[in-house]
C-alpha cells in the first residue's frame, strides 16, 4: 500500500479515535452539571409563572420577547461599527452568533459574501504568516550571529519555540484587556480569546455586547478589531510553520513519485542503447554476463542497480547531480568523486591524472566501496564493456 494511504487511514483513525475520546470526556464533566441546569431553571419558570399569574402561552410569548432582545443589548448592531464586527466574524469563520442578517437580501449578500471571503482571508493570514516566519527566521539568525554562536542556523525546534510562546504571549494579552473592559475573570478572558482565536465562536462569550460599547467606546472597539485580526495573524503563522507541513505531506509525496518514475523510465531508455552499444562492441562480454539467452536482462539489471545508487564511477555517470536530486540520497564515499574528473583529463590528455587508490574508476577495482552497499554490483567484474569511458552512452 502506498505510503499516502497508510497516512490517510492512519490519520482518519486517529481523528475518530480522538472524537470518542471527546465525547466520553465532556459526557462526564457536563451531563450533570447540565441536568442540575435544566432543574433549576424549570423551577425558576414554575416560580415566575405563579408569581406573576402567567399563562403557558403568555409566558412562550415573554421567553420569545427576551430572545429577541438578547442581540440588542449592546446597542444598535447595524451601524458601521456593528457591521464592520459582524463581516469579521463573517470572514474569518468565528461566527459567534450574537447577531445575523434578517432580511432575505441580506441573508443572500452574507452567502455571497462568504463565499468570496473566507478564501480570500485564509489565504490572506497564511501568506502574512508564511513572510512573518521567515522575517523572524531571518531576524533570529542575526542574532545568533552577532552573539558570537558556533552554529547560527536557525532549526525548525527554534521557529516552534518562538511561534508556540507568541501564541501565548498574544492570548495572555487579550486575556488581561478583555477581563478589564468585560470585567470576566482572567480565566474567563483567556478562554473567550482561545474560542475567537482558533475561529471556534461559541458565543457564549462575545465582547463588546454591553453599555452600548459599540457605540460609546470607539477605543475599545478599535482595540477589539486590531486585536482579533492580529491575533488571527499570529495564530495563522504558528499553523503555517506547523499544521500545513504536514498537510502537504502527501502532496509531496505523490510529486517525488512521479518524478522518480519518469527518472526511472528514462534511466530504463538509457540503459536499453548503452546494452546495444556493448554488445555490439564487446558480444563476448554480454553472453558471459547473462549466462545464454538472460545475457541482456542481466546487463540492464546491473546497470539500473548502479543508477539507482548514483554512482560516482566515471565510466557509468551519465545524469547530472540536478536530474537526480530526488532519487535516492548519495551514499558512495567523497574518495571515489574524483573519478570522473581525472577520466575527463586522460582522455584529453592521457597519463595527466595517475590511477591512485583514491581516484581509480571503481569498475578496476576487485572490491570497490560500493560493494558493500549492494550486493549485486560485484558481478560488474563480469562486464567487461562497462570499463569504456562514456562516450558509448
Same mark, same amino acid.
Given at each position: 500500500?502506498?505510503?499516502?494511504? #497508510? ?5 482518519i483513525m486517529c481523528?475518530f479515535t480522538y ?15 447540565? =441536568? ?16 406573576? $399569574? ?9 421567553? %420569545? #420577547?427576551?430572545?429577541? @432582545? ?7 448592531? %447595524? ?8 463581516? +469579521? *466574524? ?9 447577531? /445575523? ?7 443572500? !449578500? ?12 485564509? #489565504? ?10 521567515? !522575517? ?6 542575526? +542574532? ?7 552554529? /547560527? ?31 470576566w475573570s482572567f ?52 499553523? $503555517?510553520? #506547523?499544521? @500545513?507541513?504536514?498537510?502537504?505531506? $502527501? ?13 526511472? =523510465? ?14 555490439? /562492441? ?34 557509468? %555517470? ?12 548519495? +551514499? ?5 568523486? *574524483? ?16 590511477? =591512485?587508490?583514491? $581516484?581509480?574508476?571503481?569498475?578496476? /577495482? ?28
Amino acid at each position: 500500500m502506498k505510503r499516502q494511504n #497508510v497516512r490517510t487511514l492512519a490519520l482518519i483513525m486517529c481523528t475518530f479515535t480522538y472524537l470518542l475520546v471527546g465525547a466520553a470526556v465532556f459526557d462526564a464533566l457536563e451531563s450533570e452539571e447540565e =441536568t442540575a441546569e435544566r432543574r433549576r431553571l424549570e423551577a425558576k419558570s414554575q416560580e415566575l409563572k405563579s408569581k406573576y $399569574n402567567l399563562s403557558a402561552e403568555s409566558y412562550r410569548e415573554l421567553e %420569545w #420577547v427576551v430572545l429577541k @432582545l438578547k442581540p440588542h443589548k449592546a446597542g444598535v448592531q %447595524w451601524k458601521f461599527a456593528g457591521s464592520f464586527y459582524f463581516a +469579521i *466574524t463573517v470572514i474569518t469563520t468565528i461566527g459567534y452568533g450574537h447577531a /445575523a442578517p434578517s432580511t432575505d437580501g441580506g441573508k443572500v !449578500f452574507c452567502m455571497v459574501y462568504a463565499l468570496l471571503g473566507i478564501p480570500l482571508t485564509l #489565504v490572506m493570514f497564511q501568506s502574512l504568516g508564511e513572510r512573518i516566519n521567515t !522575517f523572524v527566521k531571518y531576524l533570529l539568525h542575526r +542574532i545568533k550571529k552577532c552573539l558570537g554562536m558556533r552554529r /547560527a542556523e536557525v532549526s525548525m525546534a527554534n521557529m516552534v519555540t518562538i511561534g508556540f510562546f507568541s501564541c501565548i504571549s498574544t492570548l495572555c494579552i487579550g486575556a488581561a484587556a478583555f477581563s478589564y473592559y468585560e470585567h470576566w475573570s482572567f480565566f474567563h478572558a483567556y478562554y473567550y480569546c482561545f474560542i475567537t482565536l482558533t475561529t471556534i465562536g461559541f458565543g457564549d462569550y462575545v465582547a463588546l455586547q454591553k453599555d452600548e460599547a459599540l457605540q460609546n467606546k470607539p477605543q475599545y472597539v478599535a482595540f477589539s478589531f486590531v486585536y482579533i485580526l492580529t491575533g488571527l495573524t499570529v495564530i495563522g503563522a504558528f499553523l $503555517n510553520l #506547523v499544521v @500545513l507541513r504536514f498537510m502537504t505531506m $502527501n502532496a509531496e509525496d505523490e510529486k517525488r513519485d512521479a518524478e522518480h518514475r519518469a527518472l526511472l =523510465t528514462r534511466n530504463g531508455q538509457a540503459s536499453s542503447i548503452h546494452a546495444t552499444d556493448t554488445a555490439s /562492441a564487446a558480444p563476448a562480454a554480454a553472453v558471459g554476463g547473462g549466462g545464454g539467452g538472460g545475457g541482456g536482462g542481466g546487463f540492464r539489471n546491473v546497470y539500473a542497480e548502479v543508477l539507482h545508487f548514483q554512482s560516482m564511477c566515471s565510466c557509468l %555517470w551519465y545524469k547530472s547531480r540536478e536530474k537526480l536530486q530526488y532519487s535516492i540520497p548519495m +551514499i558512495i564515499p567523497r574518495d571515489l568523486s *574524483t573519478s570522473d574528473t581525472c577520466v575527463e583529463q586522460s582522455h584529453s590528455s592521457p597519463g595527466c591524472c595517475p590511477e =591512485t587508490p583514491s $581516484n581509480r574508476c571503481f569498475c578496476n /577495482a576487485r572490491r570497490s566501496a560500493i560493494s558493500s552497499v549492494s550486493t549485486g554490483l560485484h558481478s560488474l567484474a563480469t562486464f567487461q564493456g562497462l570499463t569504456k569511458r562514456r562516450s558509448s552512452v
